[in-house]
Every structure is written in structure tokens, then in C-alpha cells.
């Protein structure tokens, strides 16, 4: 068993800057292979649909399905689900619902319009898409809070119809995901996973139903197959592996920052938990709370694996140092464990959510304190936003121009147009002047 041997950089080193770039690369787009090898099964999906979902699902799952309706649950089905699971996970599941969905009704945009001295009328439209589909993967844990995270932003900006696909294993599928989609409002879930659910979400089959949109985190096989159905379908965004910033004025107790960062290395082998302190001695408290607690953890192997691989320490001179290295990583997950954390605020320009103070673990974001969980990674924070409800709005412009607006207006659109050398745009405007 390997031993923890976590790096150690010093900001003030020569080369800091090189090693801290080594650090956070991470290439997330397929290799060819993988191109290839689910650009043909989205097209075997396009061309055969329902025959070729059963075959994959067979190939895949190990599920022998016989007919495309053994990969539907409906309402019923969902919600018989819910009421298996224990009281406790029931009410843990609601409320966490009930928390995402209060949240993000605040995030709901409405039409406006506004006129203009002459009569013209401008402004905007606000719908909700017609139909969304939800990814949630079927791996080795139970995504509960996924579902919840996908479909409550979409419910509450008014999507008509939210699906949900996820693999069933030789057929199985969690309660307490189906109980997690009961609380979400799913409409139907589809049994099926990887590329060939993607593909069937974006072009549609006999009996699965094309969507607008589809979001939600995946295997290497599922993120390719967003990236080639995208332009299709509108997607959430091409996720990385998880990841954790936390900077420490060394006042918390280093076991409390040993399980927050074990909290994402935990994901998987390429997740990625980092520590920043100007405390030397800190990062040394940490550091051996993390060897003594390592072999409690259930994934300790993973956690193991995933920060001696991608995980770091960071000493700073100046605690204050580390707000530039916050914007220049730009993590998903920032965490500052410091007094007065808000005095910070201003300052970060790039994180997908920041969580504050010393009783704000990350864990209570990815459940149930409210805002959402599926976050910008691999510095992505720099332009990508968390998913919200503005995610399932479409805008659409409102243009009213008066008769009189059409004499001003038009004369200015003539002469633009004419610049461009675009005729019938100018005669356009210009047979509605007066004049």
C-alpha cells in the first residue's frame, strides 16, 4: 500500500510557478479512440433507435431487456421507489429538495419591456425550455443529490417536462436515487446510460423523446458524447475531475481540514484537494491528521491515490497572499477557513462557490445547503457559472418600432447597411421613411 506523500510548494520558491501550473493541467477531452468509438454509437442510435438502445443496453449493462418499455419508469414506478427507502433518507431528501428549490427561486428571471419617447417598444421574453434531460450516472455510488442539483433548477424555471436517464446495471436501479428524482418532480426516467443515452436524449427515438437540453456529470463516454451532440441540444457544461481549495488561517482544527479535503479526493483518482496557509506548522498538523484518519476512510485507496497524484500543500508568506492564488486556480470548491471571510469577497473574482467560515464544509453544499452543486472545473470558474434556473430560461428580444421611431431609425439602419454593401437591407428601411 502506498504511503500518503503529499507535495509541499512554497510561493516564494523559484519555480513556484511552473510546479503550480504542472499541478493543475488536466487535459479533459477524449482521446481519438474514444471519439470514434461513441461517434458510432450515436449514430447507430440516430439511424436505429429503440433496436439499438436495447443492444447497448445488453452490451453495457449487462441488462437483458427484451422491449424499449422495460426501459421506462414511470411516475408510479418513481414514487414506489420513494416510499421503500427508510423515513429518514425520505425526509433527508425532501428537505433537501425543498432547500434547492427555495434557493434558486430566487435566481428566476421575467419578461420586461420598456418604451421609448416616439412609441417604440423594446424588451425581452423569458420562457423555459420545453423538455430537459437529466444524466445521472449509475457507478458505484448512489447519486442522489445529483438528481436533485440537475432537475430542481429546471422545475423551477418553469421546463414543461424533465426526463431523466440513468444506467441499470443487469437491471437494477437505487431507490434512493428514484427516491431522489419522487422529490425532484421527474417526469419518467429511462434506463440507460453512457453514449448511447446521450445520443437518444439529443435525437430522440421511438420511445425516447428528444429534449432541448441535456445536463448532468458522466464517464469520459458520456462527456464525449455531449461535446458531439452539442449544437443539437444545448448542454451544461464538460466537467473535470472534483476539486477542493482550502485556505487556513491554522486556526481550525487540522482534523476538520483533513476530512474536508479528503471530501473530494474521495470522488475518484483524479480528483484534487489543495491546502493553503501561511502556517508552516499547520500544514504539518494537517498533513499528520490526515495520515491517522486515512485508514478509517472507506475510500481510503482513492483518497490515497488522488493526493499523492494531484494533491498539494501551499505555504504563502502573507495569508492575504493566497487571494491571488484563488483567482489564478480558479476551483470549483473554495473554502475559507478564516475569521472574517467575507472581507474576502471583493477580492475573489474566480471560484465556482465559496463557502465561508470555519462551520462551512463543502459537504453541506453538495447536499443541502442550497446553492448548486454541479460547478465549473479545471479553471473553467473563469467564465462558466454554477447551473441555475437562468440555465433552462431562453431570452427572446422585443422590438415594436413606432411609426415615428421608423423615420429616425431608419435613416440611421440605411446608412449602416449601405456601408456594408447590403442593398436590400437599406431599401428595407428605407421605404418605411416618410420622406
Not at 129 to 135: L, P
Not at 201 to 213: F, I, M, S
Not at 392 to 406: E, L, N, P, Y
Request: proline content about 4%; overall charge negative; some cysteine.
Amino acid at each position: 500500500m502506498t504511503e500518503l506523500n503529499l507535495r509541499r510548494l512554497n510561493a516564494s520558491a523559484e519555480g513556484f510557478d511552473s510546479a503550480l501550473d504542472t499541478l493543475l493541467a488536466w487535459e479533459s477531452v477524449s482521446d481519438s479512440t474514444v471519439q470514434q468509438r461513441v461517434a458510432s454509437i450515436i449514430e447507430q442510435v440516430r439511424h436505429r433507435g429503440d433496436e439499438a438502445l436495447l443492444e447497448f443496453s445488453r452490451q453495457f449493462d449487462q441488462f437483458e431487456v427484451s422491449s424499449a418499455a422495460e426501459l421506462v419508469l414511470d411516475q408510479a414506478a418513481i414514487a414506489a421507489g420513494f416510499h421503500r427507502l427508510p423515513t429518514d433518507q425520505q425526509q433527508a431528501l425532501a428537505t433537501a429538495a425543498e432547500r434547492v428549490e427555495q434557493y434558486h427561486s430566487h435566481q428566476v428571471s421575467s419578461s420586461w419591456q420598456y418604451e421609448e419617447a416616439d412609441g417604440t417598444v423594446l424588451g425581452q421574453q423569458v420562457t423555459a425550455m420545453d423538455r430537459v434531460g437529466i444524466y445521472v450516472p449509475g457507478g458505484s455510488a448512489p447519486l442522489a443529490s445529483s438528481v436533485i442539483m440537475n432537475a430542481m433548477p429546471a422545475r423551477v424555471a418553469g421546463v414543461a417536462e424533465v426526463i431523466m436517464a440513468t444506467p441499470a446495471p443487469k437491471g437494477q436501479v437505487s431507490d434512493f436515487v428514484l427516491g431522489a428524482a419522487h422529490v425532484a418532480g421527474i417526469d419518467r426516467i429511462f434506463l440507460l446510460g453512457g453514449a448511447q443515452a446521450i445520443a437518444a436524449l439529443a435525437y430522440g427515438t421511438e420511445t425516447v423523446p428528444a429534449v432541448d437540453k441535456v445536463v448532468g456529470p458522466g464517464n469520459i463516454y458520456v462527456a464525449t458524447a455531449k461535446q458531439q451532440v452539442f449544437g443539437k441540444v444545448g448542454i451544461d457544461m464538460i466537467a473535470g475531475p472534483s476539486e477542493i481549495l482550502v485556505v487556513c488561517d491554522g486556526q481550525t482544527p487540522a482534523e476538520w481540514t483533513a476530512y474536508d479535503l479528503f471530501s473530494q479526493a474521495e470522488h475518484d483518482s483524479d480528483a484534487q484537494s489543495i491546502l493553503i496557509s501561511h502556517d508552516a506548522a499547520y500544514l504539518d498538523a494537517v498533513e499528520a491528521a490526515m495520515v491517522r484518519l486515512l485508514p478509517e476512510m472507506e475510500r481510503a485507496d482513492i483518497i490515497r491515490q488522488s493526493l499523492n497524484d494531484r494533491g498539494a500543500f501551499i505555504l504563502v508568506e502573507q495569508l492575504g497572499d493566497a487571494k491571488a492564488l484563488i483567482n489564478r486556480i480558479a476551483p470549483e470548491h473554495l473554502e475559507l477557513s478564516i475569521d472574517n471571510p467575507e472581507s474576502w469577497l471583493p477580492d475573489i473574482r474566480h471560484a465556482g462557490a465559496i463557502f465561508m467560515g470555519r462551520y462551512t464544509p463543502e459537504a453541506l453544499g453538495d447536499y443541502c445547503a442550497g446553492p448548486n452543486h454541479v460547478l465549473p472545473t479545471s479553471g473553467t470558474a473563469r467564465f462558466f457559472s454554477p447551473l441555475g434556473v437562468y440555465d433552462f430560461q431562453k431570452r427572446s428580444s422585443v422590438i415594436g418600432v413606432s411609426r415615428q421611431g421608423a423615420q429616425t431609425l431608419g435613416k440611421v439602419a440605411s446608412v449602416l447597411s449601405r456601408g456594408e454593401l447590403l442593398t436590400a437591407h437599406a431599401k428595407s428601411a428605407e421605404v418605411r421613411l416618410d420622406d
